[in-house]
Nanobody, 122 residues
Framework: QVQLVESGGGLVQAGGSLRLSCAAS????????MGWFRQAPGKERDFVAT????????FYADSVKGRFTISRDNAKNTVYLQMNSLKPEDTAVYYCAADPFLTTMRADFAYWGQGTQVTVSS
């Protein structure tokens, strides 16, 4: 059983940056692909980015491509989401997720964190 804890959310002005972290415990971190999703009020939880077990492959939603970067440090059991050029429409609760297989599909991820709020003011 993998436990995931996100951190790093907060309030930032449009154009600013934040780095989210997700610390994993209870499993072999390098055995899991990791993903980030986000959910705005009244909307579904949407895919943001995913990274393979060794970090060699990454995929992004079109809405964040070129602005967000997913990375991982297997020695620290942590996945990151660097968010630059933030926009008000990026406001959401951001969740990290883990699955043994690389996927972009929300339903495929077996383990989820509790989420961290990101608010971007205009």
């Amino acid at each position: 059983q993998v436990q995931l804890v996100e951190s790093g959310g907060g309030l930032v002005q449009a154009g600013g940056s934040l780095r989210l972290s997700c610390a994993a415990s209870g499993g072999t971190f390098s055995s899991y692909a990791m993903g980030w999703f986000r959910q705005a009020p009244g909307k579904e939880r949407d895919f943001v980015a995913t990274i393979s077990r060794n970090g060699g492959s990454t995929f992004y939603a079109d809405s964040v491509k070129g602005r967000f970067t997913i990375s991982r440090d297997n020695a620290k059991n942590t996945v990151y989401l660097q968010m630059n050029s933030l926009k008000p429409e990026d406001t959401a609760v951001y969740y990290c997720a883990a699955d043994p297989f690389l996927t972009t599909m929300r339903a495929d991820f077996a383990y989820w964190g509790q989420g961290t709020q990101v608010t971007v003011s205009s």
